[in-house]
């Protein structure tokens, strides 16, 4: 319990943070136009056909995330990756959690040994999200330091149910796709 109110604790500070006037500035490991997150996508399936992309790019307005949680505040286990590309809460947002190693995963997956719940979900708008029913995640690159992911690749493919704000299943689609952190 104690690591799931620890992780809880970590995404509306990460949500927080997106938001702060250090998106705006530029620094040497982030040029101008620069890409320091994205995710491409294919959706099939009976409502929505084809290929996107949310690419977090400076001053395009999509902000990115790369969280590392821990099972206890010394920050000597590590226990989930949170990987977020999104313009909002509720508008175009591709949200991954996973373990914190790179490997192979089926997405929802609960850890019994760490007691952790890792997913993978995206949204177009509040009308349209996408919730993994059975994805299979593969991690190549992770790197981080303490909190903050700095590296992060890897891509995904498999059934995902599509949800209306009421939560009602709209149908399932298959969505391919890749990610990346830089």
Same mark, same amino acid.
């Given at each position: 319990?104690?690591?799931?109110?620890?992780?809880?604790?970590?995404?509306?500070?990460?949500?927080?943070?997106?938001?702060?006037?250090?998106?705006?500035?530029?620094?040497?490991?982030?040029? $101008?136009?620069?890409?320091? +997150?994205?995710?491409?996508?294919?959706?099939?399936?009976?409502?929505?056909?084809?290929? %996107?992309?949310?690419?977090?790019?400076?001053?395009?307005?999509?902000?990115?995330?790369?969280?590392?949680?821990?099972?206890?505040?010394?920050?000597? $286990?590590?226990?989930? +990756?949170?990987?977020?590309?999104?313009?909002?809460?509720?508008?175009?947002?591709?949200?991954?959690? %996973?373990?914190?190693?790179?490997?192979?995963?089926?997405?929802? %997956?609960?850890?019994?040994?760490?007691?952790?719940?890792?997913?993978?979900?995206?949204?177009?708008?509040?009308?349209?999200?996408?919730?993994?029913?059975?994805?299979?995640?593969?991690?190549?690159?992770?790197?981080?330091?303490?909190?903050?992911?700095?590296?992060?690749?890897?891509?995904?493919?498999?059934?995902?149910?599509?949800?209306?704000?009421?939560? $009602?299943?709209?149908?399932?689609? $298959?969505?391919?796709?890749? %990610?990346?952190?830089?």
């Amino acid at each position: 319990m104690k690591t799931h109110l620890f992780l809880l604790f970590l995404l509306p500070l990460a949500l927080m943070t997106g938001c702060s006037k250090d998106d705006d500035k530029k620094t040497d490991e982030d040029p $101008q136009g620069a890409v320091t +997150a994205y995710v491409k996508f294919k959706i099939s399936g009976p409502e929505t056909n084809g290929d %996107f992309e949310y690419r977090a790019t400076d001053g395009n307005g999509f902000k990115k995330h790369g969280l590392i949680g821990y099972a206890d505040e010394s920050l000597t $286990q590590p226990v989930a +990756a949170l990987f977020s590309v999104y313009k909002s809460l509720t508008e175009s947002r591709f949200s991954l959690t %996973f373990p914190s190693k790179t490997g192979n995963y089926t997405l929802p %997956f609960h850890d019994s040994g760490t007691d952790e719940y890792y997913e993978i979900d995206l949204m177009f708008n509040r009308e349209e999200s996408y919730v993994g029913k059975a994805v299979d995640v593969k991690v190549s690159t992770l790197e981080y330091d303490k909190l903050h992911m700095k590296k992060c690749k890897g891509t995904f493919s498999g059934a995902f149910d599509l949800e209306d704000q009421t939560g $009602q299943n709209l149908g399932t689609h $298959q969505i391919t796709g890749e %990610f990346e952190l830089n």
